[in-house]
């Protein structure tokens, strides 16, 4: 298989805020009255917030909240999370994919970003990677959340590329389903590594290099 490009999930593979999500919702399922855990947190990723937030909700036992009240928890939520990214700095990528990053560049491969978060502009400049994309599909930019393959397929569109020339690389289950269902071939690290759910399944990102051919297409570099 000749791969052109490599679509990187961003939380938990690019690198790692798993924690952020973790204290903020947490906070937010305590102060619902929820019980919630790291196990329970494990559902939620690769999952939209109010996709989430609904999952916690079914945990909720007080009076029913209106659309309004839970859009205002889901804000909530994301106000908290976002203060964690401030504080962020490009110390918080690391070293393997940096120079996992910089080899697949080096071998003229296009790079882009496929997140369903809205915060993915923020994370990429905080670690320093603001300009360094080719591509970057995110929660702003979609309708629908992974497992929907739709940022897959909007990052490989901004690239110019059609699926079959793009590797994906997740960390959730979520994500691969999302990536198989449109089309493209999946390289999994983490979770959903050892849930068996990519067509590679890694020990980690470093290991993107030996997937991809060395016989890929080059291409002007990106400056």
């Known amino acids: 298989m000749r791969y ?3 679509i ?13 999500h973790y204290l903020a919702w947490k906070a937010l399922a305590d102060k619902l009255g929820v019980p919630f855990d790291r196990a329970f947190n494990d ?6 917030r109010r996709e ?24 909530e939520k994301n106000a ?4 964690y990214l401030h504080q962020m700095t490009p110390a918080d990528l690391p070293a393997e994919v940096k120079s996992t990053l910089d080899a697949l560049r080096a071998r003229g491969l296009k790079l882009a970003i496929g997140s369903s978060s809205k915060n993915a502009p923020l994370i990429l400049e905080r670690i320093g990677l603001a300009d360094f994309f080719d591509a970057v599909a995110d929660g702003n930019c ?18 110019g590329e059609a699926p079959e020339s793009c590797l994906v690389v997740e960390d959730a289950v979520s994500g691969a389903h999302a990536g198989h269902d449109g089309g493209f071939q999946v390289a999994c690290v983490g979770s959903a590594a050892r849930a ?12 993107i290099c030996n997937v991809i051919s ?4 080059t291409l002007q570099p990106k400056f």
């Open 214 to 217: 060395v016989q890929a297409v």
């Open 196 to 207: 068996g759910a990519g067509d590679y399944n890694l020990e980690s990102v470093m290991d």
């Open 52 to 75: 989430s937030l609904r999952l916690i909700l079914e945990r909720y036992a007080g009076p029913a909240l209106y659309e309004a009240q839970q859009a205002a928890l889901a804000e």
């Open 8 to 20: 990187f999930d961003l939380d938990g593979v690019v690198c790692y805020t798993d924690e952020y």
């Open 142 to 159: 979609i309708a629908r959340s992974k497992p929907d393959p739709e940022v897959f397929l909007k990052a490989a569109a901004m690239l």
């Open 4 to 6: 052109r490009a490599v």
């Open 43 to 48: 559902r939620l990723r690769g999952v939209s």
């Open 80 to 83: 908290l999370y976002r203060r």
